[in-house]
């Protein structure tokens, strides 16, 4: 127990006791944003004006630097998960544009700067160089409310953070080159040891983090604290990484985002974690920590602070709004876009703080424009924080406005638990598939058969709905659990299906079975055959060896006349949301019509998609088409049809069976499309030979119990 004078003494201001110092900060990151929330003002504010009045230039409530580690870890939180968030595939679409704005708002700050320092601050070359250099970077400081808007995947929001990356890394070069100019070290040997040092650095974050973080989650599937202290281990290697390579460690944090970016999808729980401790812990002691930096008493030390103060945020603020509305100019974009671009890139706060803090050691510039520069930092993330959450509010509102309607009616996805075992990942299924603008839950089904056992069964039902229900929960999606008696799963799951009107049901594959029970499903069908016979909706029937996040490509094969089916937009349109969830390339197997009509699908979504044709010229013979590409890092997806619809053929019956043996190690998905009640027949089938099915259907399973027989018995000699 502490005695109470070294209590009393650990209460004088400022703090130096890490207890009371975490307390007063978690009740700022508390009450700030509820209070500030009655005068719609961005919480950002209130917690950068907060870190004002507790640093040691306000109230001076904690010691100074006291919170630094968790500041830093703050930032280097911000940069990994903008690069985290950024769709990559809407990255590579817009990357040129990304490139033009990243050299815009880079060279318009730089060159504005250069004139103004020169010409009406009257410094020297070399502080010139430095103040101008801080022009030019920017920090996504407003990133958490585009973050909070829904708006990170936009394409304003998307060439901000990749112009981010190359104005940040173009100023740290040239701090780097101060730096060496300082120290008498800029000669050949410097530039090449520069230049080795990034490339090995860049390639070991950019090809080395994917590969072990694949490996990782494959070897470790189901502790997520475990995926966690992963992800945030990486991020921190590669922030020390980059700083033995010789740039800053924020440019570490942001390329390990961009590694493990396809790794993490964004309905995950991971990903749901990675937010929260960020957007509820390191965020906010960053903002704070830029708060602290501020000092309002340069304000009344003469005209000269104030003078270069105001010259130094004019600057600042100009140059990045003729960026941001040369940009707009270019690209047709609209003022909305523009005035997101511009409150993305116009704070200034920790590279341009490191900028002058490194002048002002090295004496090239003095207390004045250090001074200014807090000003300056202070009104930019102020100014940037208005109007990023003005202008993403209108942004999130005309885009949802304008989304294209790709698969009409309501949505309800139901998940027959029939293996607790392998729940999770069927679960995962459904929360990648489902569509977020949506609040319905997705219905997880246990069915009991009415039998002596039923009482126990139903007890050990409500266990494994726990379960799921704590999995959903933990990225952030409802689930409606449902638990029925009925003679038979395949009534329970049907009847389950017209009362709830579900849209997509998905089913665990079928585990192979005993020799009895092929007999048995022979005469009377198997699980899956009568679900198929029962259910018109869309049905998956999947089989996960590893998780999907895994996934490198994603292979679609579709038969001949798949475009034709009922379902067919609304299985194209879950298979582009596995895309785009998973940033998996997608390669369509299938006849040329088929592609035809996949891709103008797929144009008319306005997807940033990656995705190529694989001609499917002997569909009899998948295994052999398919041979020599697909691994087990791919997720393979089997589009088939019920018998007696459009796109059924004969060997569609097999063909599950048989790339599940040629693939052992390969997700796969058999998707069969939604159908009508009346059902669609296959072309060349008359209404008066439809009486003839039936026979022809126990004809055709009793050839096929036949050689089952047959193969028996030969097995037994």
């Not at 929960?473 to 029925?484: D, F, G, L, P, Y």
Request: proline share 4%; hydrophobic share 50%; with cysteine.
């Amino acid at each position: 127990m502490m005695h109470p004078l070294s209590l009393a003494m650990s209460l004088t201001l400022p703090l130096k006791d890490p207890v009371p110092i975490f307390s007063l900060v978690l009740f700022i990151v508390l009450l700030a944003p509820i209070v500030l929330r009655k005068f719609r003002i961005p919480s950002i504010i209130g917690l950068i004006l907060a870190g004002v009045a507790i640093g040691d230039h306000g109230f001076d409530l904690i010691e100074k630097g006291s919170i630094d580690l968790f500041g830093r870890a703050g930032l280097l939180y911000i940069m990994f998960l903008a690069g985290l968030e950024l769709d990559m595939n809407e990255f590579k679409k817009n990357r040129y544009r990304s490139g033009i704005f990243g050299l815009l708002t880079f060279c318009i700050p730089f060159c504005l700067g250069m004139l103004v320092c020169s010409y009406v601050l009257h410094f020297n070359f070399i502080a010139s160089l430095l103040t101008a250099s801080m022009f030019s970077t920017h920090t996504l400081v407003a990133y958490p409310i585009a973050s909070r808007l829904g708006i990170t995947k936009s394409e304003a929001v998307t060439i901000t953070v990749g112009g981010t990356i190359i104005t940040d890394s173009a100023v740290l070069l040239i701090l780097a080159v101060i730096t060496g100019y300082g120290k008498g070290q800029l000669g050949q040997g410097f530039w090449i040891q520069l230049g080795v040092s990034i490339a090995i650095f860049a390639a070991a974050v950019l090809w080395g983090f994917p590969w072990l973080g694949r490996w990782f989650f494959k070897k470790i599937k189901d502790d997520k604290v475990t995926h966690f202290i992963f992800v945030f281990a990486l991020v921190f290697l590669a922030a020390f990484l980059a700083e033995l390579a010789g740039v800053d460690a924020i440019i570490g944090a942001f390329l390990a985002g961009l590694a493990l970016n396809r790794l993490i999808p964004t309905t995950s729980s991971l990903m749901s974690r990675i937010e929260f401790v960020g957007n509820a812990i390191f965020i906010p002691f960053f903002l704070i920590s830029v708060g602290m930096l501020v000092d309002l008493h340069i304000l009344l030390r003469g005209p000269e602070a104030l003078i270069i103060a105001g010259v130094l945020t004019a600057v600042a603020l100009g140059g990045k709004w003729a960026a941001a509305w040369i940009t707009q100019q270019l690209f047709r974009y609209t003022p909305t876009q523009r005035n997101v671009i511009f409150g993305l890139s116009s704070a200034h706060a920790a590279a341009t703080i490191a900028v002058i803090l490194i002048g002002y050691n090295m004496k090239i510039v003095d207390e004045n424009v250090l001074n200014g520069t807090i000003i300056l930092i202070l009104i930019t993330c102020m100014v940037a924080s208005f109007v990023a959450s003005n202008a993403g509010t209108r942004l999130a509102v005309s885009e949802a406005e304008g989304q294209p309607d790709l698969d009409k009616g309501p949505e309800k996805i139901l998940l027959p638990v029939l293996s607790p075992s392998r729940a999770e990942g069927l679960l995962d299924f459904a929360v990648m598939i489902k569509e977020s603008s949506l609040e319905t839950p997705i219905v997880s089904l246990v069915v009991v058969k009415d039998d002596d056992e039923a009482r126990e069964k139903i007890v050990l039902s409500h266990r494994v709905q726990e379960q799921t229900v704590a999995r959903a929960s933990a990225t952030e999606n409802e689930v409606q659990t449902i638990t029925r008696i009925d003679l038979n799963v395949v009534d329970g799951i049907a009847r389950t299906v017209k009362e709830l009107a579900i849209t997509d049901v998905v089913l665990d594959w079928e585990e192979k079975a005993s020799t009895t029970e092929r007999l048995w499903g022979t005469l009377f069908g198997t699980t899956q055959e009568n679900i198929l016979g029962s259910v018109r909706e869309t049905i998956y029937s999947c089989l996960f060896h590893v998780p999907l996040n895994t996934t490198a490509k994603i292979y679609v094969v579709a038969f001949r006349n798949a475009e034709y089916e009922v379902g067919f937009s609304h299985w194209m349109h879950k298979v582009l949301r596995l895309c785009k969830e998973t940033g998996s390339r997608l390669v369509l197997c299938c006849a040329q019509p088929t592609f035809v009509a996949c891709d103008a699908f797929i144009q008319g979504a306005q997807l940033a998609l990656e995705y190529s044709h694989e001609l499917l010229k002997d569909p009899e013979n998948l295994t052999g088409a398919l041979d020599g590409t697909v691994s087990g890092n791919d997720l393979l997806i089997l589009v088939s049809a019920r018998k007696g619809t459009l796109s059924y053929h004969h060997y569609a019956d097999n063909a599950p069976a048989r790339l599940q043996r040629h693939f052992p190690a390969t997700n796969l998905i058999v998707i069969y499309p939604e159908q009508n009640e009346a059902e669609a027949f296959e072309p060349g089938i008359r209404s008066e030979d439809l009486i003839l099915t039936p026979i022809q259907e126990q004809i055709e399973n009793f050839n096929r119990l036949g050689k089952m027989v047959k193969r028996f018995f030969k097995g037994r000699k």
